[in-house]
């Protein structure tokens, strides 16, 4: 009789185990690539962190206002095929063709052959997508043409 107790107890031991070690599995983790190619991702805000122009007068808030400003309805979209688009705030779109490499993502834009373009992936969260441009940007803030270096984060 006690064998048998005993034998019950290890059964409802084992079970009430298994079940609670379902209850609590740890959820797997996204890949990189997965998180990237999740969603369609919105343009947030631009981080400026520097400039190699000689004539470059502005402040830090003043080249992110005028970039915010630019970048407003601009939508950038992986997909799992390793083929994508940007849209921009006028609505016009760029596909391409991307691959990553460590933490570069590498664009390449087919419908123009002379163009390509290289990002650095800083970061990408369920929520947010960090990316610079691998180059300097070049944009006329008060009639002045100034290059740029900083982060864009898309949400």
């Not at 992986?78 to 570069?104: A, C, H, L, R």
């Not at 993502?105 to 691998?134: A, F, G, M």
């Amino acid at each position: 009789m006690m064998k048998k107790i005993r034998l019950l107890l290890l059964c409802f031991f084992c079970i009430t185990i298994t079940m609670c070690t379902d209850d609590n599995q740890i959820e797997k983790t996204k890949t990189e690539i997965e998180l990237l190619t999740q969603k369609k991702w919105s343009f947030n805000y631009f981080d400026f962190t520097s400039s190699p122009s000689t004539n470059f007068n502005f402040t830090d808030k003043e080249v992110e206002q005028h970039v915010n400003n630019l970048a407003k309805n601009w939508f950038i979209k992986f997909n799992d095929d390793m083929t994508g688009y940007m849209e921009y705030p006028d609505g016009t779109k760029s596909v391409f063709n991307w691959k990553k490499n460590q933490e570069i993502l590498n664009l390449e834009h087919p419908n123009e052959p002379n163009r390509s373009t290289e990002y650095v992936l800083n970061s990408v969260k369920e929520n947010e997508l960090n990316i610079t441009y691998n180059h300097f940007a070049v944009y006329i803030i008060n009639g002045i043409e100034t290059d740029i270096f900083g982060n864009y984060i898309f949400k």
